[in-house]
């Protein structure tokens, strides 16, 4: 069996990825190591939390000694490197937390890995999961390609830069096998409802304000998180040594539309009259250094790999309504204790 280790496989896009491995390759034993932030769930992965090739593993990755005694435990053979802190605003109140994680904690596993490897690096891979918000920030026109000049925004988009500059330098350093992609936003199951989203649908359901930033006009690129984790598996597998892959939906959607689509769709779920949900949308102060617009040109994944995404927005934003509501207990659940200060804190003076 080969030893594969996922990073951060308790959150949104981990657990996907992790059930996606655990179920379709028996022959591999995923070791999902989280240290269990506000972000991580063990409830994400309840479906497989006992299959025989899974294991479960506690820890910081800047943690150096913690991750070196793990990569000589288990000699993994690849890396899929998900764990950071991911979320934009507490980034902007409380940045160090991200520069830790993110780069610090990044570096730790480059050591951890180049140690584990030194001598013989043959069908060894480190995958890093980045965003494309190292892109900045486009005006009406164009799209990020992967040949676009990094120029980040905010304290978590620079320290994912960051990460992303160190995971390159160690490959043409050391000749650590890797490979990067950058990712537009996800959307989907099992996602904190501190995003966009979740926290949307969580706050209709409740007939709670929907706060929308600046006038709405922001717009982003939304992907089916089980597409992300397609591709993922696709470019861990396929992916060539030391290069780097985008992937989005092709599915741009200004904030207020989407918000718009999503109050319709709750409204015809919950059989509320259509346009109640509507009454509830709030414009509140602006984010610090907002970035208008994410466009991603996934181009060279589908030719070059064969990826597409599988699902068109309105059908996957259907199924992911049917799926919160459907999962209320898990929605109380993250939402009891800390997100409630959380939540004070970040809207009530906008
Ligand atoms: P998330 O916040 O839902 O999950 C992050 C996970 O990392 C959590 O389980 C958390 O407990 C764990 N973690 C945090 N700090 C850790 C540490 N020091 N040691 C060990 N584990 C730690 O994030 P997500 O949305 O699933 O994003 C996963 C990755 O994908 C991130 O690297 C993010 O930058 C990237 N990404 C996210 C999106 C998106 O739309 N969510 C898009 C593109 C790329
Ligand atoms: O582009 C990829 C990135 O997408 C990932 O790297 C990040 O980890 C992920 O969090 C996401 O970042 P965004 O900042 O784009 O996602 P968020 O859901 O926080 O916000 C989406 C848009 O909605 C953004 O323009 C800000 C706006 N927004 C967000 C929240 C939470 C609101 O208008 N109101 C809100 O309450």
Not at 57 to 63: E, F, G, H, L, Q
Not at 142 to 163: I, L, M, V
Not at 244 to 271: P, S
Not at 316 to 324: A, F, P, Q, R, S
């Amino acid at each position: 069996m080969k030893n594969i280790l996922v990073t951060g496989g308790a959150g949104f896009i981990g657990s996907h990825v992790v059930r996606r491995l655990v179920s379709n390759y028996p022959e591999y034993h995923i070791v999902n190591l989280d240290v269990l932030t506000y972000a991580g769930n063990l409830a994400n992965l309840r479906d497989i939390e006992n299959r025989s090739n899974y294991t479960f593993v506690r820890a910081d990755i800047t943690d150096a000694n913690a991750m070196q005694e793990l990569f000589a435990k288990y000699q993994f053979e690849g890396v899929i490197h998900l764990a950071a802190e991911s979320h934009v605003d507490r980034s902007i109140s409380n940045p160090m937390e991200f520069i830790m994680t993110n780069i610090v904690g990044t570096v730790v596993l480059l050591n951890a890995a180049r140690e584990c490897w030194k001598g013989n690096m043959e069908g060894k891979r480190f995958y890093h999961v980045s965003t494309d918000e190292v892109y900045g920030s486009l005006g009406e026109t164009g799209y990020f390609t992967e040949e676009t000049r990094y120029d980040p925004h905010s304290p978590y988009s620079s320290s994912k830069a960051s990460s992303d500059h160190l995971v390159r330098a160690y490959h043409d350093t050391y000749g650590l096998p890797i490979v990067i992609s950058n990712c537009s936003n996800n959307y989907g199951s099992f996602q904190f409802p501190e995003k966009l989203i979740p926290l949307a649908i969580n706050n209709i359901r409740q007939g709670k304000n929907i706060p929308v930033y600046g006038k709405g006009e922001n717009i982003r690129d939304w992907l089916f998180v089980e597409d992300h984790a397609v591709a993922i598996d696709v470019i861990y597998h396929y992916g060539k040594n030391g290069d780097t892959y985008n992937v989005g939906g092709h599915n741009e959607w200004k904030n207020i539309d989407l918000i718009h689509l999503l109050c319709k769709i709750m409204d015809r779920k919950l059989d509320r009259p259509e346009g109640t949900s509507v009454g509830l949308i709030t414009y509140v102060k602006d984010r610090a250094g907002h970035d208008l617009r994410y466009a991603i040109d996934s181009g060279k994944l589908q030719r070059e790999l064969g990826w597409k995404p599988s699902l068109q927005f309105e059908e996957g934003l259907e199924k992911t309504v049917d799926w919160y509501l459907a999962n209320q207990k898990w929605m109380d659940e993250v939402t009891s204790g800390d997100y409630k200060n959380y939540y004070e804190r970040q809207y009530q003076l906008r």
